[in-house]
């Protein structure tokens, strides 16, 4: 009797944790953070309204900042990482690359932090948002910067969203007046890049 009643607690604790919603942490730079925008505006946020339309539980937990490089992502992640989680979605080194960053310095950064991660949540699942950068700084260095990210999700058998911004840069329509940013408009194809991704962990 005993061992049954112990059998039912064990049980209804998985079912429990299962049912509990999943923490998705966002941790990029203004993309991820909606620079110019509301936060419900921001892509994290219609991510989130999406999933739980479509009956996910999910938590989403936008920790983007305007401005991070990826060696700024590597001095803060200690202290996001004080939280659990379960889907972590690393959107950082499009300022690394419009500033000319060396390359390998930035794909070093990413791997510090997804490693960090790996540490912290060994069971997590990791997202890596692809990113480009304009052509005017030279062929060498656009094609060196887009290999970073597809070479880092094989690497570490993560999930690949290809071109965060697919769809959306470079459309006058669908970003803010300094077409980096993108409007409400041009976030709700970013939440829909990022679903697209996701949805398959969740």
Do not use: C
């Not at 009797?1 to 999943?22: C, E, G, R, T, Y």
């Not at 390359?103 to 997804?114: E, F, M, P, R």
Request: positive net charge.
């Amino acid at each position: 009797m005993v061992v049954k009643k112990l059998l039912f607690i064990v049980l209804a604790f998985v079912f429990q944790a299962s049912d509990a919603p999943k923490v998705i942490l966002f941790f990029g730079d203004s993309l991820t953070a909606g620079y110019g925008l509301s936060p419900e505006e921001a892509f994290p946020a219609l991510v989130e309204k999406k999933l739980a339309k479509d009956g996910k539980a999910a938590k989403v937990v936008n920790a983007g900042l305007s401005g991070e490089t990826s060696a700024g992502g590597v001095s803060r992640i200690d202290w996001i990482l004080k939280q659990p989680v379960d889907i972590f979605i690393l959107e950082l080194g499009a300022n690394d690359g419009l500033r000319g960053l060396p390359v390998d310095q930035t794909y070093k950064n990413l791997q510090t932090i997804i490693d960090k991660v790996k540490a912290k949540n060994p069971k997590v699942k990791i997202v890596i948002a692809g990113m480009m950068v304009p052509p005017n700084l030279g062929q060498d260095y656009t094609a060196k910067f887009q290999k970073i990210f597809p070479e880092l999700a094989k690497k570490n058998n993560a999930t690949l969203i290809p071109f965060l911004l697919q769809d959306v840069a470079g459309n006058e329509k669908l970003n803010l007046s300094d077409g980096i940013h993108p409007n409400p408009q041009g976030h709700k194809i970013v939440a829909e890049n990022v679903l697209k991704a996701i949805t398959p962990l969740i």
